[in-house]
Each structure stands twice: as C-alpha cells, then as structure tokens.
C-alpha cells in the first residue's frame, strides 16, 4: 500500500504548509484514479506516487512535486484543469497542463526527425520543471515496462533512448540518462544488452578485489597530505555506455578502462587538484587520458577531472576527482541548481544568480545566444519562441520560424510539393495558404499535377528555402527572374580571434558572458593547450559590423587573465 510519507521523507525540512499540501495533492489523485488499474493489475496511483519520490529524493520544489502527482488526474482521472488550479494554484496547473500537452507527442521512429521533435518537447514545456517531471514519469514507465503488451514496448523504449535520454543528458542529469539508457537498451536491443551484461559480470568480479586496494592505498596518501576526503568510491559505468564504447572497440572488454572508476569526492576545487598531483606521483599517467573538465566543463555542465594511470600491478585504472557540490550536479543536473536556489531563497530571502551551463546545450540547438539571467527566471524555456514544430499526417514533426504558412510546410517537406500545392487542411479544416501555422498543429498539403507556383508566391511565404524554391521555379520553367533584395554593405562577416590566456579557472566562461552579453553566436570554438604556458582559446563568430567586432575584442581584452589577442576578417 503507497503512503504519502514515502514522498515527504527526504524533504521532511520543508515548511510544514508544504507538506500539507502535499498530502492535499495525494489525496486528491488517490480519489481521481481510484478504479484505474496498470497493465500489471496494480492500481495506477502507485505510478505518480512513485514518480514524485523521485523528485523528492533529488529534493525538487514543492509545486512540482505536487504537480507529478497530479500529471495524470485530468488526461486518466476524472479532474478538470479548473478543479487543479482552484485547490493548488495557477503554477500547479500550469506545470499539469504542460506535462498533459506533452502526453499528446509520440516518436514514430523516423530518425531523420528526432531532432525536431526534441525541440518540439522544449517548445512546448515552456518550463523546464514540466521536462523533469515528464523524465520521472518516464523512468517509472520504464521500470514497469514488463507489463506493458508487447507490440508497445518497442515503441516506447526507443522513444526513450532517442527522445528522453538525450533531454536528461542536456539537462546534466547523469543519473535519470544512465536509468533509461539501461531499461530503453534492454528492449530496443534484447541480444546486445544480454551480451553486454554478461562481459561486465565478469569484469566487474574480477576488479572488485583490486579496486578495494587502490581505494585503501590511495585515501592513506591523501589522509597523509590532509587532503580533505569526503568519501572514495567506485562507480560503474552503466551497461549501455560500456555497449557503446566495446562497439569502438571490437566489442573487446579488455579494451576498456573505464568501465569502473574510482572516485574521489573532495571539500574544494583546489584538493581536487592536490589529489591529481598525488596519484601522479603515486603512478604514472597514460598519456593523452587527462580530462580537466573543472576548467572547461562539458556543454550540459559537468565538471570533474578524469585521469588514467597505470595503477597498482601495472593496471589501467581511471579516476575521476571533484568537489561535493559538482557530483551532485553531475548525477541531478538543473536539479542541483534547482535545489541550491531554493535552500539559498529560503535561508536568505534573496535571489540567486547563476550562469547555467546547460542552457549553452539547449542554446546550441537554434544557434542563438541567451545571457545569463536571473536563476528562476531562466526556468522559462524561451529560445525556441522564434519557432513552430507543426506535425505532417504521418506525424512527422516540421521546424519552422514563426509566422510559416502551409506553402514553407509544403517546401520544408519537398520542392515539388511545394510547387504542386493548392491548399491546405490544419486539424482537418481548410484554410488559405496565408494561413500562419501555430505550434504543434497538423498540416495536409493538398497538390495537383497542373499547379504551378506564382510571383504572389514568394509574398506567402516565411523561409528562405521556399523563396529560393519559387525563384528558381520561376526562372527555369517560365523565364520570370526575380531579383533578391540585398544591403550591400550589410552582409554577415566572420572573423577569428586567437586568444593566449592564461590557465585559470573559469576563463572560458568569462570570455563566453562577452558574447552572451553581445547576444552574439559563435559559429566555432576549440583550445589549444599543448603549450600549459600560453594557453589558447580560438573562436570564430558572425556579424554585419566591424564595430561590433571590434567591441568584442576590447571587452575580451580586458577580462582578467587575457595576456594577448588576435583578430582576424575570414574569407566568406
């Protein structure tokens, strides 16, 4: 029998009107799915039960606990939209809302459009709460997936690894990706994932003995150097991650030296340093395996230093180094920082300001630049509201920039689809080809063989690609050639900048906050460290104004650290 207690163990701390309305929201879905039943037979409370748990252990807010329990009542219950605002307020209701929204999107399997429909789950969360609780959802779904009939399984299992998992790994939420990684893989790849279970068994038997070793030989060395250790572990690298890697490898195990790790959880960033100084005096490093992602995190956030030495007898082993608050970050991601704003909000009353790393990945995705900004505030997810995701019949999703009509969907989808098209349906009714399509509706193009495509044409439609389409059209098959309006002295230039800094901590991230501040992409960026003594950072950016370039460079040459700059105009 589930108890409310399971969810307010771990967030016992809370104000006790929290945890009242907690047991309100409890209540309130027990009675909502009270004859509803799982495939298994288990009554289907059970699953949000087990679902907010989960976000109470990672200690999510209280709204979105809330909100997980009640994601169903109104899509399975027999509750209405307006039932959950008037008792729980406008925030629950809306994460519900969102969490029901996104229960409409289904992954059909067609790779080329997994992307868009990724994007299409972050357009239309609008919070980043609602994405959290739909992978908490999910990862109970999936524990249960046995039950599920069997035709299905394969559907969402795949939608699991293609969808959910790459959201949990841009979220920096390690744990819940290597949790559905592990119970997708089982279903999409059933001989693989056996295969792969049974070499790790082995392995995994065969180094426990030895990584008891090295755990005691190095926590003395550190102990002896007043290291301050908080705890020294090993981890294994979950089954599906290890699948990867032995496909690289020739699926051969012994070729793999970081299926278990031994981790080192310090006080601060400087014993992390201290302690990669002791096990390189302890054992020789393998060349080529240091990884410093303190210095420069991993796009979703993650820090940590990894390093592969050859260890005790000669053995390859891998340690990863960091401090309390970075593993914490690295297992729950925006749910760390989640937790922090909130304890800091309620012990000081003011508002914390933090520059999420992962909002760098979800940036990456449209190419645009956000600032940083103000931590709850950023809870928003809006570096999509420039777009539209529209669904075609067969339920494949369609990006497009805002203001589209149904002639950009016809060209997104083929040219002479496009040239053919003589209307169009969105859910099932007409509508002319002016029409503005909005987020997440169905589009039908309508074609015949005589159409062709007009002048007025190129005044319907949004995107490049389809004005490129009408023009070439126009020019090859009826001689009309229509001039593309150009500014001249306003087109994109791309300029370079070699920058020798030198190596600290955080360096990259301030010389990122000009461009965020600029609202400024940059097209590339990579480093050059093979000299520690002049350390370099190359990127390559666009924009119509030499000014502007130049403003960038004299911000960046006055953030601490930058000893020289080089700009440089590349060749379009």
């Known amino acids: 029998m589930v108890d409310v207690n399971e969810i307010l163990a771990p967030i016992r ?14 209540l309130f879905a027990k009675e909502a799915h009270k004859d509803q039943k799982r495939y298994s037979g288990d009554p289907y409370f059970i699953h949000p039960v087990a679902a907010a748990k989960m976000l109470a252990d990672i200690q999510m807010d209280t709204p979105t606990i809330i909100a997980t329990l009640l994601h169903d009542v109104c899509e399975d219950g027999h509750a209405t939209p307006a039932e959950i605002k008037k008792k729980f307020g406008d925030e629950v209701a809306f994460l519900v809302e969102g969490v029901t929204k996104l229960g409409t999107v289904k992954y ?30 999910r990862t109970n779904n999936m524990q249960t997936l046995d039950s599920v009939p069997e035709h299905k399984r394969q559907r969402i299992a795949l939608e699991t690894l293609e969808v959910y998992v790459p959201l949990a790994d841009r979220l920096g939420m390690g744990s819940f990706k290597g949790m559905l990684e592990d119970l997708a893989f089982k279903y999409v790849y059933p001989e693989d994932y056996a295969w792969t279970k049974a070499q790790l068994t082995g392995a995994k038997h065969a180094k426990e003995g030895y990584l008891t070793k090295v755990k005691e030989k190095i926590l003395d060395e550190l102990t002896k150097n007043n290291i301050n250790v908080v ?20 699926r051969d195990i012994e070729r793999i030296y970081d299926t278990i790790a031994v981790r080192i959880i ?12 002791i096990i390189h005096r302890l054992w020789k490093p393998v060349p080529g395996k240091i990884k410093d992602y303190i210095a420069l995190p991993k796009p979703n956030g993650y820090q940590s230093i990894h390093t592969t030495v050859f260890c005790i007898d000669g053995k390859i082993t891998e340690f990863q180094i960091r401090t309390e608050k970075m593993h914490e970050e690295a297992e729950n991601g925006i749910v760390a920082h989640w937790a922090y704003a909130m304890s800091g909000k309620r012990k000081e ?26 931590f ?55 509508v002319s080809l002016d029409y ?10 309508i074609t015949a063989k005589n159409k062709k495509p007009s002048r007025d044409w190129l005044e319907l439609v949004k995107t490049s690609y389809a004005k490129s389409r009408i023009r070439s059209y126009l020019k090859k098959e009826l001689g009309i050639e229509v001039p593309i309006m150009q500014s001249g002295t306003n087109q994109t ?59 960038v460079a004299q911000k960046i040459e006055k953030i601490k650290g930058v000893k020289s700059l080089e700009k440089t105009l590349l060749r379009n």
Request: glycine content about 4%; charged content about 35%.
């Open 349 to 374: 009353g003011v508002k914390v300001n933090k520059d999420l790393s992962w909002v760098s990945e979800l940036r990456d995705w449209q190419k645009e630049h956000i600032g940083t900004q103000e």
């Open 13 to 26: 701390q809370r104000d006790q009107k929290e945890l009242d309305d907690i047991k309100e929201a409890f």
């Open 231 to 250: 705890k020294i572990d090993s981890r294994v690298k979950n089954l599906y991650s290890i699948y990867k890697k032995l496909l690289q490898k020739d």
């Open 493 to 551: 230039k791309h300029f370079e900048l070699n920058i020798v800094v030198s190596d600290r901590v955080g360096m990259l991230k301030d010389i990122l906050a000009v461009f965020n501040t600029e609202k400024i992409n940059i097209n590339d960026i990579h480093t050059d460290m093979r000299d520690r003594q002049k350390p370099l950072i190359i990127l390559v950016f666009p924009t119509k104004s030499n000014l502007v370039a130049d403003k």
């Open 108 to 137: 059909k399997g067609i790779e080329r459009h997994v992307e868009n429909l990724r994007k299409m789950f972050l357009s239309m969360a609008e919070d980043i709460r609602v994405i959290i609780i739909k992978l908490a959802d």
């Open 436 to 445: 503005k399509l909005k987020n997440g509706e169905i589009c039908e193009i």
């Open 376 to 430: 709850l505030d950023s809870l928003k997810i809006d570096i999509f509201k420039d777009r539209i995701f529209v669904f075609t019949p067969k339920g494949d999703v369609i990006d497009l920039p805002e203001g589209a009509t149904p002639l950009d969907f016809a060209y997104s989808i083929h040219s002479d689809i496009g040239n053919k098209c003589t209307g169009a349906r969105v859910n099932a009714k007409m």
């Open 266 to 277: 310090t006080k601060n960033i400087e014993d992390c340093y201290s302690a990669l100084g």
